[in-house]
Each structure stands twice: as C-alpha cells, then as structure tokens.
C-alpha cells in the first residue's frame, strides 16, 4: 500500500467537517436552540443535535447515517484492496458496487465469503464496518419496534374491545344456558321424560358460562380507568337506544298501516264515519252464554 493510499484514506476524514457543517444549519443548532439550551443550562452540542434529529426523524436520520456508512466504508475498501488485482483478479475491487456489496455484507455481519479483505489495512476497515454496522442495525431495529409497541390509547382499546367481547360471549353463553332451562321445564310441565342427551346439554351449557362468567370477572380485575367505564356505559346506551328505535319504527309502521285501513274505508260512502270511529275504538264484546 503507497502513501498515496494513506492519503486517499486521509482525505475520507472530510466526511465528518462535511456533517458537522451540515449538523450547523440545523434547527437544533441555530441561535435560538443555542438561547434556549443556555436557558436549561446544556451546552451546545453536536451530539445533542444528532439525538434530538434522531428523536424527531428517527427512520430518515438511520438511513442517512447508513447510506453515508456505506459509500465512505465501500470507498476505503476500493483504496485498500484495488492494488491487489494487479496480481489476483479473482475480486474485482475495481467495481465500486462490488466494494458496496462487500460493506453491506460486513455491516450485516453476514460474510457470503465472495469478497473478502486480504490486505491488513482492508481487515481493519472490515473490522471497523463490522463494529460500526452493529450499531447502526441495533439503532434501526430499536426504532422499528417503536412502532410496533402499542400506545396507550391503542392499549386501551384493545383491552375495551377484549372485554366487549367476553362480555359478548357471556351473553351468548347465558343465552343457551336459558334456552335450555326453558326446554327442560316445558317438557316437565308437559309431564315429559327429559333424555340424558337433554341433560347432558344442560350441564355443559352451564359448565360453559359458569367459565365465561370467571373471564370476565377475571378481567374486570384489570386496570380499568374511569374513560373505559365510560366508554362501556355509552356502549350498552348505543345499543339500548337501537333497541328503542327499532320499538318505536315497528310501531309507527302500526299506526300508519292503522291509518291506512280508516282512510281506504272512510273513502266508502256506505259507511257511517262515527260508527266506524266508535267500533275501532270500542273493546271486543265477550259474549257469555246464558243456561236456560
């Protein structure tokens, strides 16, 4: 290896004045960040700048930081390793994309083994994107699985919905249960033999509910704010005011069908409009037959 490549390898230390110098005109860095940091007593820094990018940019800092990683790494592969192909041509370093698949592979600590440092100073380089992409990959991991923890109002959703529907299964459980005890007790009225098929249904529908009914207390023991107990309460209020109006549809519909049957006979001149309003509104006469 020349100096010159010793010079080459010099120069990738501009990456950094490159960054500090973009970090400069960042909004976490100007006078008035500067002001209100001198106010909380910090320091400026530019490791603070590159925390709070990351704290507000997560995913597109990584990438930044991981493109950069890579097109500085792959070029000091090409410095180290280029001069050997003048021996062996079995690795083409001469490739910029080869030394940026190589990186890649380092980085991921994955090593196909198709391209691999064979110079001191490569392996040393190797070894620094090695240690540099465990780094990079844990911090990319750890922002990914930010988004996949539930926040709060998602947890209490989903501990909403999962009480809504043991509540639902209770009532469907509880249903069968009477559904059961009705048919029994019709065929007892009717002086009836039960079967032990009957029976059978019986118990199990009442084993089934007797557990349905430990869930849900089970998880009523959870923590319940007082939003949640709300949201329940206006749950079951929904339903009850759909139940109503569906009461109060089925009986319009009456009335309206009620009204139609006087108009159509009103519209009869045969008939004495006050009789017919006195008979609709008058009870049915029972008619008790007398002994002689």
């Not at 465990?134 to 919905?161: G, H, N, T």
């Not at 704010?225 to 109006?245: A, P």
Request: charged share 25%; hydrophobic share 40%; aromatic share 10%.
């Amino acid at each position: 290896m020349s100096l010159n490549d010793f010079l080459n390898l010099a120069q990738l230390l501009q990456v950094f004045t490159i960054i500090r110098t973009l970090l400069t005109f960042s909004k976490y860095y100007n006078r008035h960040a500067q002001r209100l940091m001198s106010m909380t007593k910090l320091r400026p820094s530019y490791l603070f700048v590159i925390k709070a990018q990351l704290h507000s940019q997560p995913i597109f800092s990584i990438m930044v930081i991981l493109i950069i990683s890579m097109l500085s790494l792959a070029f000091a592969i090409r410095i180290c390793e280029f001069p050997l192909n003048k021996v062996d041509d079995s690795q083409d370093y001469e490739s910029f994309v080869n030394c940026i698949w190589m990186v890649a592979a380092s980085m991921s600590t994955i090593g196909f083994g198709d391209y691999f440092p064979r110079t001191n100073p490569g392996r040393v380089v190797s070894f620094i994107t090695a240690v540099w992409g465990v780094f990079v990959y844990a911090l990319l991991s750890a922002r990914m699985l930010d988004y996949l923890i539930p926040s709060v109002k998602e947890m209490k959703s989903y501990s909403i919905m999962k009480r809504l529907r043991k509540r639902k299964a209770l009532m469907g459980k509880s249903k069968k249960f009477i559904d059961e005890c009705f048919s029994i007790r019709k065929k007892c009225n009717r002086l009836q033999p039960v079967k032990p098929e009957k029976m059978n249904k019986f118990y199990e529908s009442l084993i089934s509910m007797k557990e349905a009914k430990e869930e849900y207390r089970a998880g009523l023991h959870e923590n319940i704010t007082l939003s949640e107990e709300l949201f329940l309460m206006q749950v079951d209020l929904q339903d009850n005011l759909r139940k109503i109006h569906g009461l109060i549809n089925q009986e319009q519909g009456m009335i309206t069908q009620r009204r139609r049957i006087i108009d159509e006979e009103s519209d009869n001149p045969n008939v004495n409009h006050f009789e017919m309003s006195f008979h609709a509104n008058r009870p049915p006469i029972q008619q008790h037959h007398q002994e002689p």
